[in-house]
């Protein structure tokens, strides 16, 4: 069973910059999506971006164009979301995901999932 650990997150002011990663036990197949979700208190797992993991191509929220980047390095298995001009609504827990059957922008459509990592942007 592959497992997704993740790191990074803390804290950080308005304008800040944080950088998560989430490491995958079992190499991605290239046709295998990665993505990054997040869930604030009290609402429903909201997507951020996805990557294509053998092509490398992005999609991402409006809410985080322009301000976030996913990327992934493939010879180490290893998906990144590098955060910048961070605001207090990007405040969440952020949680990484594989799916195996394409692209999508929901949630349960994914197959496995990190552990969840906590994102707090003061004002």
């Known amino acids: 069973q592959v497992q997704l650990v993740q790191s990074g997150g803390g804290l950080v002011q308005t304008g800040g910059s944080l950088r998560l990663s989430c490491e995958i036990s079992?190499?991605?197949?290239?046709?295998?999506?990665a993505g990054w979700f997040r869930q604030a208190p009290g609402m429903e797992r909201e997507f951020v971006a996805f990557?294509?993991?053998?092509?490398?191509?992005?999609a991402y929220s409006d809410s985080v164009k322009g301000r976030f980047t996913i990327s992934r390095n493939k010879a180490e298995n290893t998906l990144f979301l590098q955060m910048d001009s961070l605001k207090p609504e990007d405040t969440g827990v952020y949680f990484c995901?594989?799916?195996?059957?394409?692209?999508?922008?929901?949630?349960?459509?994914?197959?496995?999932w990190g552990q969840g990592t906590q994102v707090t942007v003061s004002s």
């Open positions: 995901g594989i799916r195996r059957r394409g692209a999508s922008r929901i949630g349960s459509e994914y197959d496995v």
């Open positions: 079992e190499r991605p197949y290239s046709s295998h999506f």
């Open positions: 990557i294509a993991w053998g092509a490398g191509w992005t």
